[in-house]
C-alpha cells in the first residue's frame, strides 16, 4: 500500500488536531495526496523540489484524465494547503501553487423538491413498527432541519432537547450550533423514542461503546451508519418514484429554499444550515425565482401589473 511523505502525513495530523477536520474531510485530502506524490513519485520528483510548472502538469494530467473540473479542483485544493503548510513550518522556502489559478467549477442550481413531492416522500413510511418509526423520524429529521446526513447519524439521545423543541448538531470541523425542531419533525422523532420504536431495538448487550447513545439505531441495535441512512432515503425515495433525484442533501437544499420561498431570512437560514459563509446560503436563493419574480413585481413602481402606473403630468 503506498504511503504518504512524512510532510503529508503531519499536515493531515495538523488538519485533524488543529483545524479538527472531519473523517471524510481527512479521507478525501488523503486520497488526493496519495495520488499527487505517486504522479510526482513517477516522475523522479521529490516533494521540496516540486516547481509552479510542475504543479501545472499535474493539472493538466488530470485533466487528460477527464477528471471532472470539481474533482481537479478539490485535489488543487490538497496539493496548495500542503505546501503551504511545508512553507509555514520551514520545510520549503517557497509555496509553487501560489500563482496557479483553480479550475473554474460549472455552478449547478441545486435541484430541490416541491413541497407536495416532500410531503408524498415521507407519507410513503406506512406502519408503526420500529422500522417504520426510525425512517419517518430520519426524513422529517432531514428535511425539518436541513442537517446534514452525517450530523443526523451522529446524533446522541444527550443532544435532543424535545421538551424546547431543539436539538445540538454538531457540523464540520465539530463546530456546535442550536436547530429549532417543528412540530411534525418533534412528534416523529418522539413517536420513534417512544415505546415500540427505538427501545424495540435495543440489544441485550451493545457490541460498541458510544452505540447506547445513538438516537438512530439500524436493526442489528447499532448505530446508523451514513451509508444505511442514506440508503433509507434512496428507498423511500423510490417508493414514489423520485429516484436518482432524491439524496440527503436533496432534502437539505429542500429545506433552505422552502424557507426561503416562505421569507425567512437568508442569515436565519445560514445558521440553521451551519454554512461559515453567508456566500454559501446564497446559491439557494437563486432557485426561488418565482419568489423573486413576486417580490419584484410587489415592490417595483414599473412592474407592477394590475393597475395604471401614474406618470408625470397625470
Known amino acids: ?50 516547481t509552479e510548472p510542475i504543479v ?41 501553487t501560489g500563482d496557479v489559478d483553480s479550475p473554474r467549477v460549472p455552478q449547478g442550481l441545486p435541484k430541490a423538491l416541491t413541497e407536495e413531492e416532500v410531503t408524498r416522500l ?29 450530523e443526523a447519524v451522529g446524533l446522541s439521545l444527550g443532544d435532543l432537547f424535545l421538551e424546547e423543541g431543539v436539538i445540538r448538531a454538531f457540523g464540520k470541523g465539530a463546530k456546535e450550533r442550536i436547530v429549532p425542531l417543528g412540530r411534525l ?3 416523529a422523532m418522539e413517536t420513534w423514542l417512544g415505546p415500540g420504536g427505538r427501545p424495540a431495538l435495543v440489544p441485550s448487550r451493545w ?22 441512512a442514506w440508503g433509507i432515503v434512496r428507498r423511500h425515495g423510490d417508493a414514489v418514484g423520485l429516484g436518482d433525484r432524491l439524496t440527503p442533501h436533496v432534502l437539505r437544499h429542500s429545506c433552505a429554499t422552502h424557507m426561503l420561498d416562505h421569507g425567512a431570512d437568508i442569515r436565519v437560514v445560514q445558521e440553521l444550515l451551519g454554512h461559515a459563509s453567508i456566500a454559501t446560503t446564497q446559491v439557494y436563493t437563486r432557485v426561488s425565482t418565482d419568489r423573486l419574480r413576486a417580490a419584484y413585481d410587489e415592490a417595483h413602481p414599473r412592474a407592477r401589473r394590475s393597475g395604471n402606473v401614474r406618470t408625470h403630468g397625470q
Open 1 to 50: 500500500m503506498a504511503e504518504l511523505s512524512r510532510s503529508a502525513e503531519e499536515f493531515l495530523s495538523w488538519l485533524a488536531v488543529e483545524r479538527g477536520r472531519a473523517s471524510n474531510t481527512l479521507a478525501a485530502y488523503r486520497r488526493d495526496l496519495l495520488a499527487y506524490e505517486a504522479w510526482l513519485a513517477a516522475r523522479g520528483v521529490a516533494l521540496d523540489d516540486v
Open 56 to 96: 501545472q502538469d499535474y493539472i493538466a494530467a488530470l485533466r487528460a484524465a477527464d477528471r471532472r473540473p470539481s474533482s481537479i479542483a478539490r485535489a488543487l485544493v490538497a496539493v496548495r494547503s500542503l505546501h503551504r503548510f511545508c512553507v509555514d513550518e520551514g520545510r520549503a522556502a517557497i509555496d509553487p
Open 122 to 150: 415521507i407519507e410513503t413510511v406506512v406502519g408503526s413498527d420500529p422500522r417504520a418509526r426510525r425512517d419517518r423520524a430520519l426524513l422529517e429529521l432531514l428535511y425539518g432541519t436541513g442537517m446534514r446526513i452525517s
Open 185 to 187: 419533525a418533534r412528534t
Open 207 to 228: 457490541a460498541r461503546r458510544g452505540d447506547s447513545e445513538a438516537v438512530f439505531l439500524n436493526t442489528r441495535g447499532g448505530r446508523l451508519s451514513r451509508q444505511g
